[in-house]
């Protein structure tokens, strides 16, 4: 009898599962990709000096987890899947005059905020960094998370429209200070194995420590192990008060590396101008741009947006994420995202 009903029930959901997949079919994923050159990146020799890891370890991550790839796949398709949905909705004449329900869109998410663990792990007392610098940071990302951020109103006419409020904030937790003899920790999250993340699938963690080898930064994207979850950065470039170094002292490092932990990719796609940071609304670019790039600056036929913070710009010449990344990132917190521990 049990096998009966199970029969009857898997006949009775066919139609449905016909629709989903009539559905999933239209999402287009032709140009997904993962693994990239950026261990050899950069259009010119003089940008072989990546600021960030995020993408070196995502290549590691791939090759040392076989589900990796079907699962950060499977995230993107989710993302844009939902946001597929919400751009039909919007553009449906007379949508919600019908009785219809609107389906969930990323703008219907309210606030989302994130509680954060903070990991001083140092070796002398420079690296040990005040609570000061600390707050420091942590205002620095609610400010650019939120556009308030004195410096937005720098963006040029050709993007002001683009700049976005995200919707995403920050509430610090707790901070925990870890003395070491260790003076460097390098790439391979040597630091979150020895300072193990607090409550990962609902709480941001960021191990502050010396990375070494000119690396301001790195982060791990959704989907990747949840015992090294998190964003690695250097005291340094933590905040913008102390122990700071210019011109990466004002914080910036720690909004790129959280925009990655969020989905958001390079700016330039980190590939030639045909690879893309699967956001419509930043222009394509073959390459990071450095220090304090006059506007505009053509790449690719059109003009970058050097003021993104997933570019590798100064931090004094970042300050902004635009509406595409806003939506981006906001899927990760809705049905089937990567973390909607945060919101539920
Ligand atoms: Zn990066």
Known sequence: ????????????????????????????????????????????????????????????????????????????????????????????????????????????????????????????????????????????LNEDFRATNSDATNVPAEFAGLVADSEISFTLTQVMRHSDSRTQWGTNDAVKYAYPPVSPSNTLNIWVCNIGGGILGYAQFPGGPLETDGVVVGPQYFGNTGYVASPFDQGRTTTHEVGHYLNLRHIWGDGRCRQDDFVADTPTSDGPNYGCPSYPTVNCKNNDMTMNYMDYTDDACMYMFSEGQKARMRTIFMDGGPRTGFVN
């Open 1 to 140: 009898m049990a096998a009966l009903a199970f029969l009857f029930a898997s006949c009775e959901q066919d139609p449905t599962e016909n629709i989903v997949e009539q559905q999933e079919a239209q999402v287009d994923m032709s140009d997904f990709y993962l693994y990239t050159d950026a261990d050899a990146d950069g259009k010119s020799a003089e940008n072989a000096n990546a600021k960030c890891y995020s993408m070196r370890n995502l290549n590691r991550l791939l090759n040392e987890n076989d589900d990796l790839h079907k699962k950060m796949y499977n995230i993107e398709k989710n993302t844009r899947s939902i946001l597929a949905k919400s751009a039909n909705a919007k553009g449906k004449p007379g949508s919600g005059g019908d009785g219809d329900t609107e389906p969930p869109a990323p703008d219907n998410l309210g606030t989302v905020n994130i509680p954060v663990v903070i990991h001083v792990v140092y070796s002398n007392a420079q690296e040990n960094i005040s609570d000061a610098q600390i707050n420091s940071q942590m205002a620095i």
